[in-house]
């Protein structure tokens, strides 16, 4: 590393923001030099020292790469006046600088710090132009100060800023006080970070805000991580042990007293205790006590009675296990249809769309943009996302516009790809049905579960209290495919039959994850396109089961963005080991409420877990990009948002639930039991509508039909519900 002291001469730009700046910089010897990195805070006149590296940028020429700074007060009296006069402090101009400095000398930094009342002293100054000048300079020093002391004890710029753009002049005052605060109140600080800031500060192991913290900590990653909404008593006092490195009795101590004040909810559920976040605990019971009132209060008028067609009225024949399920639908006012690819559950949608019509109006909703444009296209009618038929961020809302107090019009809702539904989406969807609707719940129980947290698709069949419609019976027209019977085939336990000749599932052998992962791309780029006339950007979506490893989703995003997308010498945005460029193909990875977004006339905020789009802009001075969502909505990301953006030319297969894909290539060589599961192998099969490429070893298929262990979710839904009714 390279050290420099100087002055900053100028700022060429700055994301104020996060703190991204570009300086000239005027060393104690050579000549000026332009500085760029996180230097929160420094503005003209500033002195300091810097380190870091040269680098040389296509557009901008030679630059000096900041990696760590520290302020340095001027030295002597001219740098003093020209520190005073550089225009960092209001109401200090050229003539006032040389008049405080004529009169406080070198001690003017320890005035102004200790006895800022004496500026009265110099000619010029009265009370209100002190008072100006005082209140300047001590915002100014109490933010480096802050900034400093954060860096200090090994927290990062960025989330150093973060900490100060918070509490301002009491940053410093909250972190020592209560470190933990900073986990609950700033996004992006979490208890590892709040924690290192704790124990640099002498905080015992013990301490009651510590461990309750990392009890805290541990119920949110299980729920944001593993989906589950509660943990047994007894695996919470194992995991949380393990990362505060302290005995059972004091967590389980912290555990208590997190009960009596409400912050934490115990609930036995099949004779075990378990600890919920407050939150968690809430929406579950509340989306019981909402299916309870609408199964006991809403419209039904008994399935025997409902008179169903032999066809649709696009001459569509149904079966009769077509026609229980619609009178199942139809005559109770809450319903769940479940069943495998080709089983006819869209005709169950054409269906009821039929006959409700001259009942009342009817919505169709999903929770993915993608799913709901493909129930668009099945129907002929429009769907929405729940996000966006619930209107959230819409009219002024900072949430959800429709609720209890602004209910849905329809009187009927068809929700498609139930099994991506968790607690949250679902409890608010309930809040916002009118009294008497009735809501008809579409999906496929052998997918994998929501990414967030529940487990309400298969809690509700579970509990045998929703009127429930299984259909298995394979179509004529679907069962002439073999992506729909390998996915049935696989479901039972099966081996799929693979490279049929006309068939459209094969699998390429390979031996090794790097050949694999050659293989993916040479199938992305020339083969499939060749074949199919395949888009190799929007045709084919290559996922794997894991993240790491050569054939992983990381390291496949690598390839795929250098084959389809290649990086060039052009503008770039870096996050991590990532660089986005235009054109590249993303995905958020989090719900994200705050970041707004337009679409042709209309505006509105929110950004969700799976959405699928293409960076349209990039400006790396900045860090900023801007993305256009596969349904239209243009989004703006700063520098701070992008940890929840990722590359998509690969994605998990987690991550690709509710979307089709006209072609799917799934490398599969090897991985851990625990994830290399039947169910993650049917819906990866499920996701393609033409064509199923799997490429890796006939063995890891096999291994994956056979293993049928699915991770079990801990929820309570299923038992309140069966409570409840």
Not at 144 to 159: D, H, K, R, V
Not at 417 to 443: C, N, Q, T, W, Y
Request: proline share 4%; glycine share 8%.
């Amino acid at each position: 590393m390279l050290k420099y002291s100087g002055i900053v001469e100028s700022v060429i730009f700055r994301n104020e923001d996060n703190g991204y700046s570009v300086l000239s910089v005027k060393p104690d010897d050579g000549r000026s030099f332009t500085a760029v990195g996180t230097i929160l805070f420094a503005d003209q006149g500033d002195r300091l020292s810097l380190e870091g590296e040269w680098t040389e940028h296509s557009a901008y020429g030679s630059q000096f790469k900041v990696a760590s700074f520290s302020f340095c007060a001027p030295e002597g009296r001219d740098a003093l006046e020209k520190y005073l006069a550089s225009g960092l402090i209001k109401g200090i101009g050229d003539k006032m600088a040389h008049e405080i400095v004529r009169h406080f000398g070198t001690d003017t930094l320890s005035v102004l710090d200790t006895h800022p009342e004496r500026l009265l002293e110099v000619n010029g100054i009265g009370k209100k132009k002190a008072s100006g000048i005082i209140a300047s300079y001590t915002e100014r020093r109490d933010a480096q100060n802050a900034i400093m002391y954060f860096l200090s004890i090994g927290i990062s710029p960025g989330i150093a800023g973060r900490i100060y753009a918070q509490y301002k002049a009491d940053a410093i005052l909250v972190a020592k006080l209560d470190p933990y605060r900073l986990a609950d109140e700033i996004r992006g600080i979490g208890f590892r970070i709040a924690d290192r800031i704790a124990l640099s500060q002498g905080y015992a192991l013990n301490d009651e805000r510590r461990l309750s913290s990392g009890v805290k900590y541990v119920l949110e990653e299980a729920m944001n991580n593993e989906g589950h909404t509660c943990l047994p008593e007894s695996e919470l006092l194992i995991q949380a042990g393990q990362i505060l490195e302290a005995d059972s009795e004091d967590v389980l101590r912290a555990v208590s007293a997190m009960i009596l004040k409400n912050e934490l909810v115990c609930d036995r559920l099949n004779d075990d205790d378990f600890i919920f976040l407050k939150r968690a605990y809430e929406c579950e019971a509340d989306i019981a006590l909402r299916l309870k009132y609408l199964l006991i209060n809403g419209a039904s008028s008994g399935s025997e009675s409902i008179q169903v067609p032999e066809a649709l009225s696009d001459g569509t024949v149904l079966s009769e296990a077509q026609k229980d399920a619609l009178r199942v639908a139809l005559g109770h006012p809450v319903s769940v249809i479940t069943g495998g690819p080709g089983t006819g559950k869209t005709t169950l949608i054409r269906g009821l769309i039929d006959l409700v019509p001259s009942l009342s109006s009817v919505a169709l909703t999903a929770p993915t943009g993608r799913a709901a444009k493909r129930m668009s296209e099945a129907t002929g009618r429009e769907a929405l996302t729940i996000h966006r038929l619930l209107e959230y961020g819409q009219q002024g809302s900072e949430g959800f516009a429709r609720n209890e107090d602004k209910p849905l019009k329809a009187s009927v809702v068809i929700v498609d790809e139930m099994s991506m539904v968790d607690i949250f989406l679902m409890r608010a969807l309930l809040k916002a049905l009118r009294p008497g609707s009735r809501l008809v719940m579409v999906g496929d129980s052998d997918q994998l579960p929501s990414v967030g947290a529940g487990n309400v698709l298969k809690d509700m069949i579970q509990s045998g209290k929703v009127p429930l419609v299984k259909l298995s019976e394979v179509f004529r027209q679907s069962a002439q495919s073999e992506i729909v019977m390998n996915a049935h085939r696989i479901n039972r336990g099966e081996m799929p039959v693979m490279n049929g000749k006309g068939s459209d599932f094969f699998i390429e052998k390979a031996e090794t994850a790097s050949v694999a992962a050659q293989g993916a791309v040479e199938l992305v780029m020339k083969r499939l396109p060749a074949y199919k006339g395949f888009d190799a950007l929007k045709d084919i979506q290559v996922m794997a089961p894991m993240k790491k490893g050569d054939a992983g989703v990381n390291a496949l995003n690598f390839l795929l963005q250098r084959s389809l997308n290649p990086p060039g010498n052009r503008p770039f945005v870096k996050r991590g080991e990532t660089c986005f460029y235009r054109g590249d193909k993303v995905m958020q990875t989090r719900n994200d409420y705050s970041i707004g977004w337009t679409r042709a006339n209309e505006e509105g905020e929110g950004v969700f877990n799976g959405d699928i789009g293409y960076v349209t802009q990039i400006d790396p001075q900045e860090a900023r990009l801007s993305v256009c969502f596969e349904d239209g909505r243009l989004a703006v990301y700063e520098k701070d948002m992008l940890e929840d953006l990722e590359l998509a030319y690969c994605m998990s297969v987690h991550k690709s639930q509710g979307s089709e894909f006209p072609c799917v290539v799934l490398p599969l060589i090897s991985g851990p039991p625990l994830l290399m599961t039947r169910n993650l192998l049917y819906t990866a099969v499920t996701r393609a509508r033409r064509l199923v490429v799997i490429i890796g070893r006939p063995g890891c298929v096999r291994q994956m039909v056979l293993n049928d262990h699915t991770q079990a979710r801990y929820s309570s839904l299923c038992e309140r519900l069966k409570r409840a009714l």
